[in-house]
């Protein structure tokens, strides 16, 4: 009888054994982190962080444009407002999402340099204008004065982000090169993105 009951407990530690070196090696072969698959989730999890980024950089962009657009129209109802001035100031403005980079040619420094310098050159025009000594003709103008400084103060942070998140896709990209070539379709054509900062 003893016999028999070490029998079945033996056939019962070498079932469980197995189950759980079964279990074990399925785990690990869903988790490494070298497999195709694995590169694959992790490159997805990367760009969509990049993707996030920009859209969150462009959508402030966007609103600077908007709140430059309002205070534009504000300062057009003054009593003696140089109407043909704040004109041209709005088509400068209207100008800005034609004249803006994407993920792709701000590649090109100069593009960025000449997005900078055209929205710079704007809202230092209509600064003075906006608010001439600080003091801005209406509580309007004031606090879209106030609000397009805030997202000025902003975009260096925005890039700052945006450049860390590329770097983490671009490290990985380059890390696992051969896997994510083996995947195919568009990840075979998957190139590092550009950054913000100057290379040295």
């Given at each position: 009888?003893?016999?028999?009951?070490?029998?079945?407990?033996g056939?019962?530690?070498?079932?469980a054994?197995?189950?759980?070196?079964?279990?074990d090696?399925s785990?690990?072969?869903?988790?490494?982190p070298?497999?195709?698959?694995?590169?694959k989730?992790?490159?997805?999890?990367?760009?969509d962080?990049?993707?996030i980024?920009?859209?969150?950089?462009t959508?402030?962009?966007?609103?600077?444009i908007?709140?430059?657009?309002?205070?534009?129209?504000?300062?057009q109802?003054?009593p003696?407002a140089?109407?043909?001035?704040?004109?041209?100031?709005?088509?400068?403005?209207?100008?800005?999402?034609?004249?803006?980079?994407d993920?792709?040619?701000?590649?090109?420094?100069?593009?960025?340099?000449?997005?900078?310098?055209?929205?710079?050159?704007?809202?230092?025009?209509?600064?003075?204008?906006?608010?001439?000594?600080?003091?801005?003709?209406?509580?309007?103008?004031?606090?879209?004065?106030?609000?397009?400084?805030?997202?000025?103060?902003g975009?260096?942070?925005?890039?700052?982000q945006?450049?860390?998140?590329?770097?983490?896709?671009?490290?990985?990209?380059?890390?696992h090169?051969?896997?994510?070539?083996?995947?195919?379709?568009?990840?075979?054509?998957?190139?590092?993105?550009?950054?913000?900062?100057?290379?040295?």
């Amino acid at each position: 009888m003893n016999s028999i009951k070490s029998a079945v407990f033996g056939l019962l530690l070498v079932t469980a054994c197995a189950a759980s070196c079964k279990r074990d090696g399925s785990k690990t072969a869903t988790l490494d982190p070298a497999s195709a698959t694995s590169v694959k989730a992790q490159l997805d999890v990367l760009r969509d962080s990049v993707e996030i980024k920009w859209r969150t950089m462009t959508e402030s962009d966007d609103q600077k444009i908007g709140v430059t657009r309002l205070l534009l129209q504000e300062l057009q109802k003054q009593p003696g407002a140089n109407v043909a001035q704040l004109q041209s100031l709005t088509k400068a403005n209207n100008r800005l999402k034609a004249l803006r980079y994407d993920q792709q040619t701000m590649a090109s420094s100069d593009l960025i340099d000449r997005y900078d310098a055209a929205q710079d050159s704007l809202l230092h025009a209509l600064y003075p204008i906006a608010a001439p000594e600080g003091a801005a003709p209406t509580e309007n103008a004031r606090n879209f004065v106030e609000g397009l400084q805030q997202l000025d103060d902003g975009v260096v942070g925005f890039r700052v982000q945006y450049d860390r998140a590329a770097k983490q896709y671009n490290n990985y990209l380059k890390l696992h090169q051969d896997k994510v070539q083996s995947l195919g379709g568009k990840y075979s054509e998957l190139k590092p993105l550009p950054l913000f900062e100057l290379s040295q």
